[in-house]
């Protein structure tokens, strides 16, 4: 099975922190990147980090670099999207994906990936 599973979405005021969990199969983890990315309302589907398998390289897209943190746990087959200092432009559904392959566009996985999540929203609110 490679059909991610998200959890950890949830509302947060400015300056909060938000940890998403991607639970994926223990092959997902060897051989597949995978990637978060989020879809605000009447936007396109951006990417926001992705992690390659084997050496584990991270990629941020600018406006969460410095803030957001992606990692994984083998033993747990998960993938987590640290969130720290969260901003209202944040508030969006938050999608992971995997795939085999990727390319980069800015700095990026692009959201060109096979296999999705359902999502799971944050909102980052007063």
């Known amino acids: 099975q490679v059909q991610p599973v998200e959890s950890g979405g949830g509302l947060v005021q400015p300056g909060d922190s938000l940890r998403l969990s991607c639970v994926v199969s223990a092959f997902t983890l060897d ?6 990315f989020r879809q605000a309302p009447g936007k396109e589907r951006e ?6 398998s084997g ?3 991270t990629y941020y ?14 033993a747990k087959n998960t993938v987590y ?15 992971c994906a995997t795939d085999s ?3 980069i566009v800015r700095g990026v996985c692009a959201p060109l990936f096979e296999y999705w999540g359902q999502g799971t929203l944050v909102t980052v609110s007063e």
Do not use: H
């Open 31 to 36: 051989t597949f990147v995978v990637g978060w």
């Open 47 to 52: 990417g926001v980090s992705c992690i390659s």
């Open 55 to 57: 050496d584990g390289s």
């Open 61 to 74: 897209a600018d406006s969460v670099k410095g803030r957001f943190t992606i990692s994984r746990d083998n």
């Open 81 to 95: 999207l640290q969130m720290n200092d969260l901003k209202p432009e944040d508030t969006a559904t938050y999608y």
């Open 101 to 103: 392959s990727f390319s």
